[in-house]
């Protein structure tokens, strides 16, 4: 009986070691590398603005294939708008979910944004309304992106906000036909600062959408940035890059856009989506 009452004093305080050696090692690396705590791979918040519906939607899937991020700016009156933002969203994550590999994101991203297009038509019937949308897919230390509508995506690299996507807005349009020299200078500037979305989810003779090409190579320390109009229309991009500069957690970023935005003095504030992603997760 004592033999046994030994072995068991023996495995608790075996265990107690083992324990208080335990904590005593993680308090010394939390002392020796206060830095290594691993960072968020991504984070995104919202605003309603002043509509009483959030009709964004943000959605993140991560597989074997990698990361899918989508974001959708829903278009329409009561909850139609936030009907089509979740279907489309769905139904690009659906796409994307029985990957394993994906070698060809162009072909994902033009199929899953037909098949939205086509779920938001038949979900809304009669109604008016449909989504902007834009995808990001992100393999290894590579970025793909797709958008219809006004999403915008951009890239934070040493200190800059580097934007990527144009979107389907009348100012990008002008830009584009006077790159193309269909479009005079006059006309062009008198386009400026026009954000009607002239190609969204859900409408009447939806166009091709617009692609990343090359895809963007990414490097360590890189954030991507997609952001809805609600968020941009608020917080200029100056504002933006000196958030993404501060000392916070990507987290905390995106909570303090959504406070800068929310304390814009503006009558008809629309929903904001902001998110971001740490490269190469």
Same mark, same amino acid.
């Given at each position: 009986m004592t033999i046994i009452i030994m072995i068991k004093w023996i495995i608790l305080t075996g265990l107690a070691s083992l324990f208080l050696l335990l904590l005593v090692l993680r308090i010394w690396i939390t002392l020796k590398y206060p830095e290594s705590k691993q960072e968020e791979e991504w984070a995104y918040n919202q605003t309603t603005g002043n509509k009483e519906i959030q009709a964004d939607c943000v959605q993140i899937y991560k597989n074997r294939a990698g990361t899918?991020?989508?974001?959708? +700016? %829903?278009? %329409?009156?009561?909850?139609t708008g936030a009907i089509s933002a979740r279907v489309a969203t769905d139904a690009v994550l659906d796409a994307f979910e029985p990957y394993h590999v994906l070698e060809n994101p162009e072909y994902l991203f033009r199929t899953a944004f037909i098949d939205a297009h086509n779920k938001v038509q038949i979900t809304i019937g009669d109604r008016r309304g449909g989504a902007c949308m834009g995808a990001a897919f992100i393999k290894g230390k590579t970025l793909y992106y797709a958008i219809a509508g006004n999403i915008r995506i951009a890239l934070f690299r040493n200190g800059e906000l580097i934007p990527l996507s144009k979107g389907h807005t009348m100012e990008a349009l002008a830009r584009e036909a006077y790159r193309e020299g269909q479009l005079s200078r006059q006309n062009t500037i008198w386009s400026l600062g026009d954000n009607q979305v002239w190609n969204y989810l859900g409408m009447d003779g939806f166009h091709d959408i617009e692609i990343s090409k090359p895809p963007v190579a990414l490097r360590a320390g890189d954030l991507i940035l997609m952001a809805s109009r609600g968020?941009? +229309?608020e917080v200029s991009w100056t504002e933006m890059e000196e958030i993404l500069n501060e000392d916070m957690t990507i987290r905390d970023k995106t909570e303090r856009m959504i406070q800068e935005t929310e304390k814009a003095d503006t009558q008809e504030k629309e929903n904001g989506s902001i998110l971001l992603i740490a490269a190469g997760t």
């Open positions: 899918m991020a989508v974001m959708a +700016d %829903g278009i %329409g009156r009561e909850n968020i941009y +229309d």
